[in-house]
């Protein structure tokens, strides 16, 4: 398997696009033509399935499913294992969204626990004396650490929704970090590539790199024994045990150390959300999605309201007619997001107006279907109609129906490169996804405004997209995806694949995509798309950029999706775009 994880971005990109249009036909019951390997074709149960971005955390899942939880067990189960065995993303110092579905109330809770800002944030804390965004420090320091929520959310989930006791499912996290896990060859590969900013830290340096500074290779075993300590601490003493006591003393101590600003009265006045779930419909399935601040749930359903009253399957999948639309209409939904969308305890969201179909049309109506409307022409609704890189996602499904979604992270992979120390865990940089300075690009090049400005207590925009699909008012899919600005594209096209183009869920995950977030105005995209189709998206007159393999923009997004069948099977999809994915089943 070594060298089939190796293979190439662009030959997934290309087998996958070859054998969308088979896969797409193939049923559990049906006996393929041909044979090829499971990466193009779900993983498939019947109990339940919880599909991540690391084995291990797939597998500490689906042991809660078999003991007899649900899927928030196995969900909370999966969030605590990533923060062992995918520290690039994986968290307990970081903060992120869950959305849940309960079968039998036939309910769905989308819960915040986004990081908050310290009480001692400021609105011009990273403005430098010439005026500008000071980079480093919003990026790379102590600063730029918002209070954590990773802990608190999935405790309080586990409370409020699970059935299982928090030692029980915390215990494969704590054997992980205690005993240690083998080193994938995508974790060597991601330690030694950040070495530099691992080891401008004694914490983060002591805890991923051996003792004459060199990193673990593939097929070594990591032990995290300071991280076995705060977990052992939190199954004891539930939140209580990461946000008081010797956990939080260490925190607080190492932002004082650092210049930070998280302190113990910041730590006990975070909070976590329970908030309304936004919903829209599309080709007659219900999409249920993530309510700000995340950004995605609003211009997921905005994008499928525009695109609705288009016939996309008939122009077929990833033609030039095909993306061209969607291309337009990604660039007012991001254009919109610059100016509509924060933290809406601090800012009036127009929820209901940008979600509206009736906005969607006037959308429409401006999209010149032959011609690239320049983006330097595409402005924010001035008035909208009256209301009357690295993160990680986990879906879970379990046999009764329950769906979990979970997208958290530490902005940056592995955040500000800093670490607790003798906590084991690494800080966040989330405080960037403020918008420092009205106009000024982010580190992912988003431009923000007013509702996104830094003030004390105040949860960042963000654009995890945590996803569920209905049909037939009945649960038929769970997905999300990592990737910074290009989540809500790469979550929108799987959505698109499944729902419009009947693809199977693993053939929807790998086909090539594209992402435009209206500045810079560029179609990026993956390997896989034809030069013929290229040549006519350029005659259009849209910009096109097509990342090299392994460039900073050549994987968009890294989905992880579950579908459940009209014959009760489900189908889980692990992306092949990053190496170490699984959907674990049975």
């Excluded at 179909?357 to 429409?364: L, N, V």
């Amino acid at each position: 398997m070594k060298f089939f994880n190796k293979i190439s971005l662009a030959a997934i990109a290309v087998i996958g696009g070859s054998l969308a249009g088979f896969a797409q036909g193939v049923q559990p019951s049906q006996t393929p033509l041909i044979t090829y390997d499971t990466q193009f074709h779900p993983t498939l149960a019947k109990n339940g399935m919880v599909s991540s971005q690391e084995r291990n955390a797939s597998e500490a899942g689906l042991s809660m499913l078999k003991a007899g939880g649900n899927a928030v067990d196995a969900a909370v189960a999966t969030g605590f294992a990533l923060a062992v065995t995918h520290p690039q993303a994986g968290n307990l110092g970081g903060g992120g969204f869950m959305m849940v579905y309960l079968r039998d109330q036939d309910k769905t809770i989308a819960i915040d626990y986004r990081e908050m800002a310290p009480a001692g944030a400021t609105r011009d804390m990273f403005i430098g004396p010439d005026g500008n965004v000071d980079r480093r420090m919003a990026f790379f320091s102590h600063k730029s650490s918002g209070t954590p929520g990773s802990v608190k959310g999935l405790v309080e989930a586990l409370e409020q929704y699970g059935t299982l006791p928090l030692a029980q499912v915390m215990a494969p996290a704590i054997k992980l970090a205690e005993e240690g896990f083998v080193v994938s060859w995508g974790l060597e590969e991601s330690l030694t590539r950040y070495q530099k900013r691992l080891k401008g830290n004694a914490a983060a340096a002591g805890y991923f790199y051996k003792a004459d500074g060199s990193p673990y290779h593939a097929g070594e075993i990591l032990r995290q024994p300071d991280l076995a300590k705060t977990l052992k601490a939190i199954a004891a003493n539930g939140a209580a045990g990461f946000y008081e006591g010797w956990v939080a003393d260490k925190l607080v101590a190492t932002m004082k150390a650092g210049g930070g600003l998280i302190t113990h009265a910041d730590l006990k006045a975070y909070t976590v959300k329970h908030r309304p779930p936004i919903e829209g419909t599309f080709r007659g399935v219900k999409i249920v999605t993530m309510p700000p601040p995340s950004s995605g749930g609003v211009h997921i359903v905005q994008m499928l309201n525009v695109l609705e009253g288009w016939d996309l399957r008939n122009m077929g999948h990833n033609s030039a007619a095909y993306i061209h639309r969607v291309v337009e209409t990604m660039k007012y939904a991001y254009a919109d997001r610059s100016k509509w969308l924060g933290d809406p305890d601090y800012f009036d969201v127009p929820v209901k107006a940008l979600t509206s179909k009736g906005y969607a049309a006037s959308i429409r109506a401006k999209i010149n279907v032959n011609k690239a409307t320049p983006s330097t022409e595409i402005s924010p609704a001035t008035k909208l109609p009256e209301e009357s890189h690295d993160t990680t996602h986990f879906s879970v499904m379990d046999k009764d129906g329950n769906m979990v979604a979970n997208t958290y992270t530490l902005n940056f992979t592995y955040g500000n490169g800093m670490a607790v120390a003798g906590a084991g865990f690494l800080l966040n940089n989330e405080m960037d996804d403020f918008s420092a300075k009205p106009g000024s690009p982010n580190a992912f090049g988003l431009l923000g405004g007013e509702a996104n400005s830094i003030a004390a207590g105040k949860r960042p925009l963000s654009s995890m997209t945590p996803t569920f699909v209905f049909k037939d008012g009945k649960p038929f899919m769970a997905t999300g995806s990592p990737g910074g600005s290009r989540i809500i594209n790469a979550v929108l096209q799987v959505v698109l694949n499944v729902v419009e183009f009947d693809m199977n869920v693993q053939a929807a995950t790998n086909v090539p995509r594209f992402h435009h977030q209206w500045f810079p105005d560029r179609i990026f995209t993956e390997p896989g798309l034809s030069l013929d189709t290229r040549k006519i998206l350029a005659g259009m007159g849209q910009n096109i950029e097509l990342a090299p393999v392994g460039g900073k923009l050549s994987v968009l997004g890294t989905t992880q999706s579950i579908v459940l069948t009209p014959n009760g099977m489900i189908h889980g999809a692990s992306d092949p775009r990053r190496p170490g994915g699984y959907a674990a089943g049975y």
